[in-house]
């Protein structure tokens, strides 16, 4: 093997362990309503979902791969080190929030990580900027990926309250334990959509800055290589086996309490969300959406049954992601090239 071709693989195994990290950062999104309403405990619940986010290789296509590998930066202006840089910068702010028990958004990390490496490298002219870019969706998704969640939160929980008003509490509670298993395997399934394919976009650009377009494509298309979705796939879920512990907390306990009728509530507005999403090939933060989900479940029982100082945290924390895992990525960029390994 060139050392040329050790680089690629290199990134490849950075790239999947970007998306391991993701799993276990952002798939606590997956487990962690249906753990805080103590439907499935969560040793059980990490299992079900990486089942699901493995299983969403076979479900969704590549729409939203294709728009990372080549709908943010001009491909021909950069090379396997700003890849590298970018993963870098993303991994280290994810573990950051992880540290910190923040659910941020991994997909803004990895396109604040593109933008921030590519800047340095090779200026502003080779990020593809517009009203209707990808980039540009992106940020404009950081206000509406929360609302989308909010208000569909807000309309599932008042259907489903009007719908069994005559229910019983106890029955209720019955009724959505079982609800809550299909409602968080539909949210495992659209996290593991969106964002394993965001890895798998990051997998393919490397592939045709390095000319090996024909490891990207499966042979006389332009459809994502079947090896490159199933391992995406496999590290994400391995990523949620692992589990994310300190954001379960957060998204479960502290933002507001839950019951399993508002825990399915949540996970069908975010399923929901995610799915249209993934159709349309945006890529969207499925922490955002999913927080905005819990938040419109919770307003509806009254506006102080959300801790909003902790909303606040989080907010923040979004507001953050994209400059900071730029930052981290333009960092990883100047010491590539200071080192003269460009």
């Not at 332009?222 to 086996?241: Q, S």
Request: aromatic residues 12%; charged residues 10%.
């Amino acid at each position: 093997m060139t050392p040329y071709l050790f680089l690629i693989g290199f990134i490849i195994l950075v790239a999947l362990a970007f998306d391991f990290i993701n799993g276990f950062h952002d798939a606590a999104n997956s487990i962690a309503t249906v753990v805080s309403t103590r439907v499935l405990t969560p040793g059980k619940a990490v299992v079900w979902a990486a089942f699901f986010n493995f299983v969403a290789a076979f479900v969704f296509g590549t729409t939203v791969a294709k728009a990372v590998g080549s709908g943010m930066v001009d491909a021909s202006a950069i090379n396997p080190w700003v890849i590298l840089a970018a993963l870098l910068g993303a991994i280290i702010w994810n573990l950051i929030t992880w540290w910190w028990g923040l659910p941020a958004s991994s997909s803004h990390a990895l396109i604040g990580g593109l933008v921030g490496a590519t800047l340095v490298h090779a200026g502003p002219k080779a990020l593809l900027l517009g009203w209707n870019s990808k980039i540009m969706l992106s940020v404009y998704f950081i206000l509406l990926s929360p609302l989308i969640g909010l208000v569909l939160g807000l309309l599932f929980m008042l259907i489903v309250s009007w719908i069994f008003r005559r229910w019983q509490p106890s029955a209720i509670d019955r009724f959505f334990r079982v609800g809550q298993l299909f409602s968080a395997a539909a949210y495992s399934l659209g996290h593991g959509g969106n964002d394993a394919q965001k890895t798998m976009g990051v997998i393919v650009a490397l592939l045709a800055t390095a000319k090996l377009d024909a490891w990207a494509y499966r042979a006389g298309t332009h459809e994502v290589a079947w090896w490159i979705i199933l391992i995406c796939n496999a590290a994400i879920a391995m990523g949620t086996m692992s589990g994310g512990w300190r954001i379960v907390k957060t998204m479960g306990q502290k933002i507001t309490k839950l019951k399993p009728v508002g825990g399915f509530c949540a996970e069908s507005a975010g399923a929901v969300a995610l799915f249209g999403a993934s159709a349309l090939g945006i890529p969207v933060s499925t922490t955002h959406t999913i927080t905005g989900s819990i938040m419109g479940v919770g307003s509806l029982q009254s506006l102080s049954a959300v801790k909003w100082g902790v909303a606040e945290n989080i907010l923040w924390a979004w507001i953050l992601t994209i400059p900071a895992a730029a930052a981290f990525a333009a960092l990883c960029q100047m010491a590539f090239q200071a080192l003269g390994l460009m």
